[in-house]
């Protein structure tokens, strides 16, 4: 008889450890990477369904990421302004020629068992990571949508800016500081001159500025007007996205409309750029360039176009210069006095996907054209031989 009740109490004694156990199931991720790159803060993206088809119990409100070593690092769901996950991403360091691992899971606190001797595990809520990539409209500047990351900022003008100028060129802010500062700066409404963290020192004017696009048929540029509405699709901690729509506007002899959708992660200097054009044309020439200022030194690779440059609006006269390129694979070179560009033919609703970069000389990291042309021949790189990713 004690030898019987003996074994009943090991038996209660398991299932009532098993019912209090945390379910530590998680999804497996590889991330190689077959470049001589060392990768670090590289943005993953993962199908929000890979992650489901491993593990359905994952919830995005609850999911977190883990190295190999147990530490939690910051990830974004993303919605791209949809009601259901699309994306889950999460930024990976990993040596050349190699591969780090890292797993996907539920944040969870404690289980609670339940009747039958059965348990239900209590999800924690995502941790609020501090936000290193944002975007917001700016109605109180006059329509300007502005976006940033711990690297760059950049502002596009809309609507209410038309009495004063209509451009599509986007606006470079050569901030350096590793903070956000588009509130701050937008608060205190002194950004042209620099207290310690940047400014806006570069001109953009009726230019395609910092990387704007724009139809080139016969040696000319065709720009739209300002954007005409907006969406913001994401929103931090790492990757602001935003949706441009413009309206119809003539390129030739044809009228054409485009979308512009502006991806920044964070941790680099490269806003991934989809521009997709419409109307009753077969290809259409389409040209990503950058607005040439007096002293402007020109570079130019296989895959991309770049420039140096004095600051062009500099109020002190002691802002440094400022680094600009576009990437963009198979393209023509291009040049109207005013811009260089990237052009390249597309079909209509193809998208034209090309990449556009800055930085200041004030950061003290980029500080000659070798170095700008080293960290566009990097980011070349990264583009090219983008990281493998294998979920189990």
Known sequence: ?????????????????SSCAIDESAVNVTVTNDSTLEIIKETVEIQWTDIINSDPNIHHNSVIVLTSEGNEIPS?????????????IFQADVDSKSKSEYKIRNNYTSVETTGNAGKEIKYAQRPEYKSQAYGRFVPE????????????????????????????????????????IIDKWYRENDYHTDSGEGCDCYKVGVT??????????????????????????????????????????AAGEDTVSFVKIISLDANTRFNKMTDIYSGDFNKLPVAAGIALHPGCRILSGPDYV??????????????????IAVLMNGFKKGNDMKNIMAVKKIAPEEPLVYYMGA???KELVINTDDDWERAINRQSGIINNPLKVTVK
Not at 76 to 88: G, M, R
Not at 151 to 157: E, G, N, T
């Open 1 to 17: 008889m004690k030898k019987l009740n003996f074994i009943f109490l090991l038996l209660a004694v398991l299932i009532l450890s």
């Open 76 to 88: 974004q769901v993303i919605f791209n302004s949809e009601k259901q996950p699309e994306l889950f």
């Open 208 to 249: 395609l500025g910092s990387g704007a696009s724009a139809p080139y048929i016969d040696d000319s540029l065709w720009m739209s007007r300002n954007f005409q509405s907006w969406e913001t699709l994401d929103n931090g901690p790492i990757r602001t996205t935003v949706k441009l729509t413009y309206a119809p506007f």
């Open 141 to 180: 500047r006059m329509d300007d949508y502005a976006w940033e990351n711990n690297l760059v900022a950049f502002r596009i003008y809309g609507p209410a800016l038309e009495e004063e100028l209509i451009t599509n060129g986007i606006d470079y802010w050569s901030k350096s500081t590793s903070e956000l």
């Open 359 to 361: 930085a200041t000389s």
């Open 306 to 323: 770049a420039i140096a440059e004095p600051a062009s609006d500099s109020k002190s006269m002691l802002d440094g210069d400022i680094y």
